[in-house]
């Protein structure tokens, strides 16, 4: 059996938890953060859809120049073909990291359940009066009950208390990264939204047209030449930009809903089996 003064440690500890359980501070705490970031994982993956649809339509584009009666095609969608895959995966992060979002708001919602708290409280007092009052014939029960108590407040705060890990991670390391690169992402698409639109426009001035109309054409095109290098060294500089961007991303959320929740729930695993041991056994 625990000594007096471990047995009064545990009883204040399982005693303010409860208090805390029932007082809802920490649900609502955890609920506000993980509807935070349910809505920024929304927003991030509609920017990424809206990239890759703007993509999409430059991959299906070409332009021909002929100045001189030489031919130069202007093809943006082959530029941005490593960035357009590398978008698509993203979409698939940001689905997977919206559903984890999803499901630990449905959790918290089921723990933090009045029913919820009211089991854990009854199994706790339970615990607690045969860890005081333990008859001889009780055996292993207060044991039984105690780490019943204990596994239960760990599911009961579990959810709450990742969502304010996750958040405080978020705000401490992440934040910045995240504005950035949604801010850049963001930019992109205008830019490469810009460059589908001059090429729409180019290719409805194609048709038959006449002598002013063909001198026009053959000096457009000669200018329109010259700036393809200009064009190119953009989209490839987008690229760059896009690809940086999306991987800083993928990092933000997936240490943020996937990494640091599995994290977190085996570090509080790990706290409840040492402090079971050193009620009951005394060892560290």
Not at 36 to 55: E, Q
Not at 125 to 132: E, F, H, Y
Not at 162 to 177: D, K, S, T
Request: hydrophobic content about 50%; some cysteine; aromatic content about 8%.
């Amino acid at each position: 059996m625990p000594t007096k003064l471990r047995k009064s440690l545990l009883s204040l500890c399982i005693l303010l938890l409860l208090g805390l359980a029932h007082g809802g501070w920490l649900d609502a705490a955890g609920r506000d953060y993980t509807e935070a970031g349910f809505k920024r994982a929304l927003v991030t993956f509609g920017i990424a859809r809206g990239l890759n649809g703007v993509i999409s339509v430059a991959q299906g584009t070409e332009v021909a120049f002929q100045p001189a009666g030489v031919g130069v095609n202007f093809a943006p969608g082959q530029i941005l073909d490593p960035a357009n895959d590398l978008i698509e995966r993203f979409s698939w992060v940001m689905l997977v990291s919206s559903t984890s979002l999803g499901l630990q708001r449905v959790l918290l919602d089921m723990t933090a359940w009045t029913g919820t708290t009211w089991l854990v409280t009854l199994v706790a007092a339970l615990g607690l009066i045969l860890l005081w009052w333990c008859p001889r014939r009780a055996g292993d029960w207060p044991q039984r009950l105690l780490q019943l108590t204990l596994l239960l407040l760990v599911i009961r705060f579990a959810i709450p208390l990742i969502a304010l890990a996750g958040e405080g991670v978020y705000g401490l390391f992440l934040q910045p990264r995240y504005a950035a690169s949604t801010i850049e992402l963001e930019q992109s698409t205008e830019r490469i939204g810009r460059i589908n639109e001059s090429t729409r426009q180019r290719l409805e001035e194609e048709g038959a047209p006449g002598l002013l109309e063909r001198a026009q054409r053959a000096y457009d095109s000669m200018v329109g030449s010259l700036d393809i290098e200009a064009r190119t060294a953009e989209l490839r500089a987008t690229v760059a930009r896009v690809s940086e961007h999306t991987i800083d991303l993928i990092v933000v959320f997936v240490l943020q809903t996937v990494i640091l929740p599995l994290l977190f729930l085996w570090l509080l695993v790990r706290l409840v089996k040492g402090l079971g041991r050193w009620l009951w056994t005394g060892s560290g």
